[in-house]
């Protein structure tokens, strides 16, 4: 009798494991869970960061161009030292108010905008060209639905939430 209840003890030693174990996997799942649903919100205020960013990146270039003598271009360096020093940046075009402006206002010229005031592409972003009653404009739109627009002969950017 002895055997039977080492065996039944030692049966019920691996249940109690594998209780835990399957406990431990509905906690980390859940935990998950939760934290897939902050990247996603975090992920989704990234054209709300950006428009901050891109009013106080105008705000210097304005001030570059008024210091340097409302000169028709400026050659912006926003490199941290990690990028290849064989990389050509183009002069960024400046109009007579000293607003960022395009040569051909298209879809590979509003990301070179974005290149150059912003650095890198962000991820899950497409560009739009519209054109509206103040002339053409970049409309940068996340997955989301959130627009972040830049009027090229304004110099106005906003920023709309789908909700």
């Not at 859940?30 to 205020?45: D, I, K, T, Y």
């Not at 891109?54 to 340097?68: E, G, H, K, T």
Request: glycine share 8%; hydrophobic share 40%.
């Amino acid at each position: 009798m002895q055997r039977q209840q080492l065996a039944d003890s030692e049966l019920i030693q691996l249940y109690g494991k594998i209780i835990a174990i399957v406990v431990l996997l509905i906690i980390l799942t859940v935990l998950a869970f939760r934290f897939m649903g902050g990247v996603e919100q975090v992920s989704s205020q990234g054209l709300k960061v950006e428009h901050t960013r891109l009013v106080n990146v105008l705000a210097m270039v304005r001030s570059q161009w008024l210091s340097q003598g409302r000169p028709d271009s400026l050659l912006l360096n926003w490199s941290t030292g990690e990028a290849s020093p064989s990389v050509k940046q183009e002069p960024l075009l400046l109009n007579r108010q000293g607003l960022p402006t395009l040569k051909h206002a298209d879809e590979a010229g509003c990301w070179q905008l974005w290149l150059q005031l912003l650095g890198p592409k962000p991820n899950r972003v497409d560009v739009i060209v519209v054109t509206t009653d103040n002339g053409p404009a970049c409309e940068y739109v996340s997955g989301n639905g959130d627009k972040l627009s830049y009027q090229l002969n304004s110099g106005r950017v906003s920023w709309r939430n789908n909700d």
